[in-house]
């Protein structure tokens, strides 16, 4: 079964810095896109960066500038470099991996890993 496993989250004061993580693992024949996403109190899940796996890259405008996506394909994890954090940043992230598997292309989410941006 494919498994992806978020760490990286925690509490950060706004301005700061912090890295997530996202392993995929699983019997995968290719991982194509890969992405962020994030779900605060009260509002809908809504996407943060997406990278192909040629490594282009999509964000959302509200954090443009200060977010990083990345992979490496040979460890199979995405990483979400964020930088200036702000207090609105403060959501659970959601890695989600659109996969090639034995049951054929599915998408496939992570359970999620609180970041919370506070003084």
């Known amino acids: 079964q494919v498994q992806l496993v978020e760490s990286g989250g925690g509490l950060v004061q706004p301005g700061g810095s912090l890295r997530l993580s996202c392993l995929v693992s699983?019997?995968?024949?290719?991982?194509?896109?890969m992405g962020w996403y994030r779900q605060a109190p009260g509002k809908q899940r809504e996407l943060v960066a997406t990278?192909?796996?040629?490594?282009?890259?999509n964000y959302a405008d509200s954090v443009k500038g200060r977010f990083t996506i990345s992979r490496d394909n040979a460890k199979n994890t995405v990483y979400l470099q964020m930088n200036s954090l702000k207090p609105e940043d403060t959501a659970v992230y959601y890695c989600?991996?659109?996969?090639?598997?034995?049951?054929?292309?599915?998408?496939?989410w992570g359970q999620g890993t609180q970041v919370t941006v506070s003084s």
């Open positions: 990278i192909s796996r040629a490594g282009s890259t």
């Open positions: 989600n991996s659109e996969s090639l598997s034995l049951q054929g292309i599915s998408t496939f």
């Open positions: 699983g019997t995968i024949v290719s991982i194509y896109t």
